[in-house]
């Protein structure tokens, strides 16, 4: 996914059964990537996007990501766009989407107590080793040492769409050029696929998309504009 991620499972179970987990969940991920890459030439989101692969022969995982993101266009009013760059790009839902999935698979092999953390898109699930609830850290957007905030819980969906990394890579799909307006943008809910499409599609509507947030049922979230003001949801759950 040309990102890192980290697994830190939380549960006293031996440390084969442990091992097996992580690597299941590592597993699901790397297929992930060789799927729905749009850097490798063989993956099925390219073949598919060159034409090379009919959608009724498509996986039923790739069918389904873009039925889900052709309804994301539609309560984004058009701001999530897989084409949003002119060909087939649904890297902004299928990595939230992808650590969702293994989080649920994580839980439901009895690893309750789990964070996966993939660039900055988390799960976490029950609590850390120390009985706590999770912490964490949303990275500061002109100081990747620094942190300008920390959440806590034990069952949160974390994704955080930025312009500190990679540039003003998000496009509003309407002028066809990079968003701006805001640097970073956190969303907070119980799905990651839908967390990390909500955090693009604000960042590609600019300083409109602090309003659309503050209307999205069932989140929460936090800003950080282009002129360096913080804003954030009441309810987002913040670390004392």
């Known amino acids: 996914m040309g990102t890192a991620i980290s697994l830190d499972l939380a549960d006293d179970l031996p440390v084969a059964e442990l091992d097996g987990l992580a690597g299941d969940a590592f597993a699901w991920l790397r297929e992930v990537d060789a799927r729905f890459s749009t850097y490798r030439a063989d993956s099925e989101v390219c073949r598919l996007d060159r034409g090379e692969l009919p959608l009724s022969t498509a996986g039923a995982d790739l069918r389904d990501v873009l039925a889900r993101c052709a309804e994301l266009w539609k309560v984004t009013d058009g701001f999530f766009d897989a084409y949003a760059a002119g060909r087939l790009d649904p890297s902004g839902y299928v990595k939230g989407w992808a650590v969702q999935v293994a989080s649920d698979r994580l839980l439901a092999a009895g690893a309750a107590n789990h964070c996966l953390n993939a660039g900055g898109d988390v799960r976490v699930r029950g609590r850390s080793h120390t009985g706590r609830p999770w912490r964490i850290g949303v990275r500061h957007p002109w100081?990747?040492?620094?942190?300008?905030?920390?959440?806590?819980?034990?069952?949160?969906?974390?994704?955080?769409?930025?312009?500190?990394?990679?540039?003003?890579?998000?496009?509003?799909?309407?002028?066809?050029?990079?968003?701006?307006?805001?640097?970073?943008?956190?969303?907070?809910?119980?799905?990651?696929?839908?967390?990390?499409?909500?955090?693009?599609?604000?960042?590609?509507?600019?300083?409109?998309?602090?309003?659309?947030?503050?209307?999205?049922?069932?989140?929460?979230?936090?800003?950080?504009?282009?002129?360096?003001?913080?804003?954030?949801?009441?309810a987002l759950p913040l670390a004392d």
Not at 144 to 159: E, F, Q, R
Not at 211 to 224: D, K, M, S
């Open 143 to 234: 100081d990747a040492m620094s942190t300008c905030l920390v959440l806590t819980g034990t069952d949160l969906a974390v994704a955080t769409s930025g312009v500190y990394e990679r540039g003003h890579h998000v496009l509003d799909p309407r002028r066809g050029v990079p968003a701006r307006g805001l640097r970073s943008v956190t969303v907070v809910g119980s799905d990651l696929g839908l967390a990390d499409a909500y955090a693009t599609a604000a960042v590609a509507m600019g300083p409109a998309g602090v309003g659309w947030l503050e209307g999205l049922p069932g989140h929460q979230h936090a800003v950080v504009t282009d002129d360096a003001r913080l804003l954030h949801s009441t």
